[in-house]
């Protein structure tokens, strides 16, 4: 019951960015494999820059010189991130206003917004 009222609270607060059905895994692939795109980690505070090669490699730049490396995947239709110092993290992706899109955990909690996307390696990571 309380994941349940937490999920209505979510979707009554956000509105349109919780209303569509997730993304499947074919379309998390055409959306990323082999694109860039700059969002917010919710879950940082902080804004990034990343590319997602079509072979499965991430490079995610936080800003102030800080960039990482990992992997992305694909696992029965959620997204999943993997960095060596970190577990890997799969969410649901949901389309979200203005062409953005939301990662979102089975709890209900946004972990990122991607803002914009771009074709190829645009910041040539």
């Not at 379309?27 to 082999?34: H, S, V």
């Amino acid at each position: 019951m309380k994941r349940f009222t937490l999920l209505s609270v979510l979707m009554l607060i956000s509105g349109a960015a919780f209303a569509a059905a997730p993304l499947t895994g074919d379309e998390i692939k055409t959306l990323l494999a082999g694109n860039s795109a700059s969002g917010f980690a919710d879950a940082l505070g902080k804004n990034y820059t990343a590319y997602y090669a079509a072979d499965g490699k991430l490079v995610q730049d936080l800003g102030k010189g800080k960039r990482r490396q990992g992997t992305w995947k694909i696992t029965d239709n959620n997204f999943c991130t993997q960095f060596p110092t970190e577990p890997a993290r799969c969410t649901k992706v949901m389309p979200g206003d203005n062409g953005e899109y939301v990662r979102i955990k089975d709890d209900g909690m946004v972990t990122n917004t991607w803002k914009k996307f771009y074709k190829g390696n645009a910041y040539k990571y």
